[in-house]
């Protein structure tokens, strides 16, 4: 069920301080929550991928990593608002058991099982299904539902802990286009595999001398020209290992190196566009203090897989790291000590005017003295100086340890992408229509 709040929290920097309308206005407003829906269990809101294919914005979002159940949702257009969930059977165990990845990776067109093709489905996590061996699972928007292949030794242990409840969590991603390569992480087991498509079998991603524990807990694969850029987080090491990988149904990852950074670097990834100059994607790396942003072609030219060590932060070629960007804190959202800034990630067009902004969660931030409620912060990023906040959001109706920002996507909505966050510690998400630099002509309706 879904309660339309006509209450916009939003602490504009420029002017100090926060503001909040509270009506039953029942038209489209700029906050949107989502409630969990009854099928899905605790944690609603702990993980959340968007999809977009043909013109519509799909989002799905996750209870608690580990566990069943996810719920599905179309974020709908200016003229067609979001409704009720889609599905909120996404992820059951009904079928033959399903845990729950701590991402998930969409993938809008792909080929299924028996050569049939599949639209619009998530690789959400690990299970199996009835005749499919135990794999990664993928789920699509019609139900229909099946594994794909991982090493035999992944296998039995997914196999096991679906018989012990014991489950292993993977991490998934996927790259832009329409029929994308998918990266798993298997960070008890210090593995990464790389799908060139669903259907084309993996290759393992292998980091020779310098893999090590809790690698492949968090994995990002993005388009950079005509070949993709892989990294594979380490945060128990700090570092991330990163491969270039050429198309082709077996292509042979060439391991690019490692790059080592300050405490918790590469507990969360996200890629995209953002800078007009700069014209691959930025890849973002949090670490516990603040969000790095590398050039993802600089990225691919490093000539590191031989090294016994990571590279420091300091050793990269000139240029690699772009920028970086700090929590802030306004009158009504305050706590950067404990902010917990960079548990999310996402990059997407908010403003609609071309190039990128990058939205950072902040679950641990108090907002209007409401502890740990949390915060997003938006960085619109004009060039790498601009590292200013630029909007910094929270929900009017926040509870104590709520945790907003646990979770973060961008959402194609018309012609621009929209913010949606988790809440897990209420079991809600939000949705963010109207950022403060929306230019007014997009906003017509919803943000005025
Ligand atoms: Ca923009
Ligand atoms: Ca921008």
């Known amino acids: 069920m879904i309660a339309r709040w006509f209450a916009l929290a939003s602490g504009s920097l420029l002017v100090g301080c926060s503001w909040g309308r509270f009506d039953d206005v029942t038209a489209d407003a700029p906050v949107v929550i989502l409630d969990k829906p009854s099928g899905v269990g605790a944690g609603f809101g702990s993980a959340m991928t968007a999809l977009s294919h043909d013109d519509r914005g799909l989002l799905l979002v996750h209870g608690t990593p580990g566990h069943s159940k996810a719920a599905l949702f179309d974020v709908g257009t200016g003229s067609s608002p979001l409704e009720d969930a889609l599905s909120d059977n996404f992820c059951t165990s009904e079928t033959g058991g399903c845990f729950l990845g701590s991402s998930s990776a969409a993938i809008p067109l792909g080929v299924g099982p028996s050569g049939k093709e599949v639209l619009n489905c998530y690789a959400l996590g690990l299970g199996e299904k009835l005749d499919n061996q135990a794999g990664i699972l993928i789920e699509c928007e019609d139900k229909t539902v099946f594994t794909i292949d991982v090493t035999p030794m992944l296998r039995s242990e997914i196999q096991e802990g679906l018989q012990n409840a014991l489950p292993e969590i993977v991490a998934l991603s996927s790259d832009e286009r329409e029929e994308p390569a998918l ?34 807990r968090t994995v990002n694969v993005t388009r950079v020209a ?28 060439a391991y690019l190196g490692c790059v080592r950074g300050d405490d918790g670097f590469a507990r969360t990834l996200a890629s995209g566009p953002i800078f007009e100059d700069v014209a691959v994607p930025v890849l973002a790396v949090a670490d516990l203090e603040q969000v790095l ?27 690699a790291e772009l ?3 700090k929590c802030g804190e306004t009158g009504a959202v305050q706590g950067c000590g404990s902010s917990d800034f960079g548990a999310s990630l996402a990059i997407g067009d908010v403003d609609g005017d071309g190039d990128g ?15 740990k409620a949390g915060a997003v912060a938006y960085f619109d990023l004009e060039d790498p ?3 200013q906040i630029t909007d910094l959001k929270f929900i009017a109706s926040a509870e104590s340890g709520d945790r907003l920002g646990t979770s973060l996507a961008m959402a194609r909505s018309d012609s621009r992408h929209v913010v949606a966050t988790g809440i897990p510690g209420s079991g809600r998400s939000a949705i963010f229509y109207c950022p403060s630099f929306l230019p007014a002509r997009l906003g017509a309706g919803r943000c005025d």
Do not use: W
């Open 226 to 253: 005509d070949r993709n850029l892989v990294a594979v987080g380490a945060p128990e090491q700090n570092s991330i290992h990163l491969f270039s990988v050429e198309d082709g149904d077996a292509p042979v990852p």
């Open 323 to 325: 920028t970086s960007v």
């Open 385 to 387: 100086a601009d590292t």
């Open 293 to 319: 942003l590398f050039d993802t072609a600089e990225l691919l030219e490093l000539d590191a897989g031989a090294e016994s060590e990571c590279l420091s932060l300091a050793s990269l070629p000139r240029g």
């Open 357 to 371: 902004e990058l939205v950072v969660g902040a679950p641990g931030m108090s907002a209007r003295d409401v502890s």
């Open 183 to 216: 990266v798993a992480g298997f960070d008890t087991f210090a593995t990464a595999l790389y799908y060139p498509k669903i259907d084309a079998g993996f290759v393992e991603l292998d980091a020779p001398q310098t893999k090590g524990p809790g690698f492949g």
